[in-house]
């Protein structure tokens, strides 16, 4: 009986131990209820706070997106009124660029008529005809061989009118319908056929044969200046459009004397022979310049020591002071 009764209290007393597990295992899980429920409360409010700063940062956004609708319509606004300047100052820039041109030509002087007659403002053909190619470059009239031409043609006069009409006839019943370079406002005439035609018939005597043969008696005097001497050689020169540079520079040597053909003979700087004339022609007239200025510069040293071999020579009154005859002669005779 005894031993039941100590089974009964464990076994009490194993349900109280299991009782108060129980009511901690409640208690914890009461607990863990409360935390959830109050971490769900704070979820709550942050995805309530979350949802207002949402609605706030739509508004943002919306506000954002109709001031860069109206910024794109002011940026439209202002691109249209940039155009209407640039198309205004496009108009302005050639309105004055016209006008500028304009007075730009009407301030060039005319080429004058050309009519053969020997005047007093008469023009050989050869300086008329570039006289007249300068001002239509210049002025930028005429850009092509038809133009040029047709805006010659009207300054010459009289014979020399008459002659070219003439003249352009020949060239039209003589044309060769498969030149490239031939115009079609003038059937067989080139620009280059025009200018021949011209200098064939108002200088007949500056023909090839002639240019040569002055160019064999050309020569370079030693009393007269090198631009002179390089003038008249280029002039024959341009009678002869076929002379290559090797022979213009063979002409050029032989036309002066000795030790200056010696001395111009090869190029300084490569010690060989001239192969371009105009680097010829270039450094003889530096050479010729350089040696006008020496000699100028000696004739005026030599000038003031004379000068004071005389004031050496004579005293204050005027008369000659032989005591320094002596040392100023041989200050003249040193230098």
Request: charged residues 25%; glycine residues 4%; contains cysteine.
């Amino acid at each position: 009986m005894l031993e039941r009764i100590l089974d009964a209290q464990q076994a009490v007393m194993h349900l109280h131990e299991q009782r108060q597990r129980l009511v901690a295992a409640n208690n914890t899980a009461h607990a863990q209820a409360q935390a959830a429920i109050t971490a769900k409360g704070r979820a709550d409010d942050n995805l309530r706070h979350a949802r207002e700063q949402l609605q706030t940062r739509t508004v943002e956004c919306d506000s954002l997106q109709t001031a860069l609708q109206q910024s794109n319509l002011h940026v439209q606004e202002l691109q249209q009124q940039c155009a209407a300047h640039q198309e205004q100052a496009s108009a302005a820039d050639g309105a004055l660029a016209e006008v500028t041109g304009k007075a730009f030509v009407a301030a060039l002087s005319k080429p004058q008529d050309f009519t053969g007659q020997k005047g007093k403002k008469y023009l050989e053909i050869r300086d008329w005809l570039q006289a007249t190619e300068d001002y239509i470059a210049t002025a930028q009239l005429a850009p092509t061989a038809a133009s040029k031409i047709a805006f010659m043609q009207t300054y010459l006069k009289g014979e020399a009118r008459r002659d070219w009409n003439v003249r352009k006839q020949a060239l039209a019943a003589a044309c060769n319908p498969t030149d490239p370079t031939a115009t079609t406002a003038f059937p067989g005439c080139t620009f280059a056929a025009f200018k021949q035609a011209l200098i064939d018939r108002w200088d007949p005597t500056c023909t090839d044969v002639r240019a040569r043969y002055s160019l064999d008696r050309l020569r370079k005097a030693p009393t007269k200046p090198m631009t002179q001497f390089v003038s008249a050689f280029d002039k024959l020169c341009s009678f002869i459009p076929t002379m290559q540079d090797e022979e213009k520079i063979h002409r050029f040597l032989t036309s002066l004397d000795d030790p200056l053909a010696h001395e111009l003979e090869n190029d300084p700087s490569t010690k060989q022979r001239w192969a371009v004339y105009a680097e010829l022609r270039r450094f003889a007239l530096n050479s010729a310049a350089s040696a006008f200025h020496t000699a100028k510069r000696f004739r005026s040293s030599a000038d003031g020591v004379m000068q004071a071999v005389n004031q050496g020579l004579r005293g204050r009154n005027g008369r000659r002071r032989i005591g320094d005859a002596a040392p100023a002669a041989a200050d003249a005779q040193g230098f």
